[in-house]
C-alpha cells in the first residue's frame, strides 16, 4: 500500500509536529525561539538511536525553508562535502545533516570546517557516542549547541502512536484498523523509548494481524510475538555501555538493590559478561572494601561461576553476588588512601628509602650502612601478632598520613587497631 515505511513517512516537517525532547526544542526553550526567528545555530545531536536526532534536524529544516541535504559519515567521501559547499554557492546557505558524525575523517574535516565557520554549511550532526570523547574538537568548537537527548517517555511514543494510526496523509489513517488504546499503550511500553521501533512494530503489528471485512483485527497474541526484547540497546564499546556500567557501579554503591538490578540485566542482555565480571570485581574492592572483606572473595567465587555456567545461568550467582553488594557495609578507604600516596609520588614528593628497611641480603650491605632493621615478630603483642616502632617512610615525609579508617561494618576493628597502633608510636616518640 505504501512504498515507504511508516517510520519514514511519520518523520516530522516542521518542529512544532516534534514529540518529546521538549527540554531540547520545546516552546520554551532558546533553541526552538531561535528557529523559529529564522536562526538556526550548527549544533550536535547525542543520544541513543531512535529518540529523534534525524528527526529534529528535518524538522528544523522544513520549518526555516533553508536547503537541507543528509550524509552519512560512515559512507560519505571528500567528493560529497565538495557537492555540499558547490550547494551553497547556488543556495547561499544549506544545512548538512551528518549523521554518525564521530566517524568524520580528517579529509572531510578539512574540507568543510572553513564553510562551517564562515556561516554557508549549518551543521548538524549526529552521533550515539559522547561527543566530548568521541568528535573532534574542532568540530565541537564550531558547535555552538550540544545536546544530549533521551529517550523518550511511554506516554510521547503512546502519542506518536496514536497520530501514525489516524494520519490519513502519511500514517496509517486512510486503512481500518481496529486496535485498543490498552493495545497501542502495550507498544509504546515495548519499544523502549525508541520512536523509530515503536512505529516499525505497529506497521509490522498491522499486517501481521488478522483481516475481516478489509478491517485489520490486532490481538494481543500478535504484540507479544513482535515485541520480544526491543528494550535491549548498546554497543559494547559505545558510549551508552558504559554509561550502564556507571549506573550499575553507582547503584551498588547507593544501595538500592532494584536499581542495581536493573542494570544488571540490562547489561546481561547486551551478552558481554568479560566486562560486567570485571566491573563487579571492581565495585567488591572499591566501593565495599575493608568494610565486608568477604565481599570480594565472595565476588571472584560469583564470577568464576558464570564464567564456568556462561549465559543465561550466569545471572544467577551475579544476581546474588549484586545483592550482597548493595547490601553490605561500605568503605573506600583503602584505595582512597593509596591514590593519596600515588598523588604524592607523581608530583615529587619522595624521599630517600630509610637504611634500616633496604635489602641486607648481601655482603656488602653492612658496608653501605643497610643495617638496624628490627623484626616485629620478635616483639609479640597481644593477640595482634608481632610489633616495634621504627620509622617506615622516608625522613622527609614522617608523619604523613594516607589512610583515613571508616567506621563502617569490619572496619571498625581495623580502625580501633589503627588508632591503637598509632597510639603506640606516639609513646615511643614522647
Not at 486496535?179 to 515495548?190: F, V, Y
Request: aromatic share 6%; net charge neutral.
Amino acid at each position: 500500500m505504501y512504498g515507504e515505511p511508516l517510520a519514514f513517512r511519520m518523520r516530522p516537517t516542521t518542529i512544532d509536529e516534534i514529540v518529546g525532547q521538549k527540554e531540547i526544542i520545546g516552546k520554551q526553550t532558546s533553541l526552538y525561539k531561535m528557529i523559529k526567528n529564522g536562526h538556526v545555530p550548527s549544533m550536535l545531536l547525542y543520544g541513543e538511536p531512535g529518540i529523534g536526532k534525524t528527526s529534529i534536524a528535518h524538522a528544523i529544516a522544513g520549518t526555516t525553508k533553508i536547503p537541507f541535504i543528509a550524509l552519512n559519515a560512515t559512507t560519505s567521501g571528500k567528493k560529497d562535502v565538495e557537492m555540499v559547499v558547490d550547494e551553497t554557492r547556488l543556495t547561499g546557505k544549506v544545512i548538512l545533516f551528518l549523521d554518525e558524525i564521530h566517524r568524520f575523517n580528517k579529509a572531510q574535516q578539512d574540507y568543510l570546517l572553513p564553510h562551517v565557520e564562515n556561516g554557508s554549511i549549518i551543521l548538524i550532526g549526529a552521533t550515539t557516542e559522547n561527543p566530548f570523547h568521541d568528535v573532534n574538537p574542532a568540530i565541537r568548537s564550531r558547535c555552538g549547541q550540544i545536546k544530549q537527548l533521551t529517550r523518550l517517555t511511554s506516554e510521547d511514543i503512546y502519542e506518536l502512536l496514536q497520530r501514525a494510526v489516524h494520519d490519513e496523509n502519511k500514517g496509517l489513517g486512510k486503512m481500518s484498523i481496529q486496535i485498543t488504546e490498552d493495545q497501542l499503550r502495550k507498544i509504546a511500553s515495548g519499544s523502549g523509548g525508541d520512536a523509530r521501533k515503536s512505529l516499525t512494530l505497529l506497521e509490522s503489528i498491522v499486517y501481521s494481524s488478522n483481516k475481516e471485512n478489509d478491517t485489520y483485527i490486532v490481538q494481543d497474541q500478535t504484540i507479544d510475538d513482535l515485541v520480544g526484547n526491543v528494550g535491549v540497546y548498546g554497543d559494547k564499546k559505545g558510549s551508552h555501555f558504559y554509561n550502564l556500567l556507571s549506573s550499575l557501579q553507582k547503584s551498588i554503591r547507593g544501595s538500592d538493590v532494584d536499581a542495581s538490578l536493573y542494570y544488571l540485566a540490562h547489561l546481561l542482555e547486551t551478552g558481554d559478561l568479560v566486562a560486567v565480571n570485571r566491573r563487579l570485581l571492581v565495585i567488591a574492592f572499591e566501593d565495599i572494601g575493608l568494610a565486608n572483606t568477604s565481599v570480594g572473595t565472595n565476588v571472584l567465587a560469583a564470577v568464576t561461576a558464570s564464567e564456568r555456567l556462561g549465559l543465561p545461568e550466569a545471572r544467577i550467582p551475579l544476581a546474588v553476588a549484586v545483592v550482597e553488594m548493595c547490601l553490605s557495609s561500605k568503605s573506600n578507604s583503602a584505595y582512597a588512601a593509596l591514590d593519596k600516596a600515588i598523588t604524592d609520588i607523581r608530583n615529587g614528593k619522595v624521599g630517600d628509602i630509610p637504611k634500616h628497611l633496604r635489602d641486607g641480603h648481601y655482603a656488602g650491605s653492612k658496608v653501605l650502612g643497610h643495617v638496624g632493621y628490627k623484626y616485629p615478630h620478635d616483639t609479640p603483642i597481644g593477640t595482634f601478632g608481632g610489633w616495634v616502632h621504627q620509622e617506615y617512610l622516608p625522613s622527609n615525609l614522617k608523619g604523613t598520613k594516607y589512610y583515613k579508617p571508616v567506621e563502617a561494618g569490619e572496619e571498625k576493628r581495623l580502625a580501633a587497631i589503627y588508632r591503637r597502633l598509632e597510639e603506640f608510636k606516639k609513646g615511643n616518640e614522647s
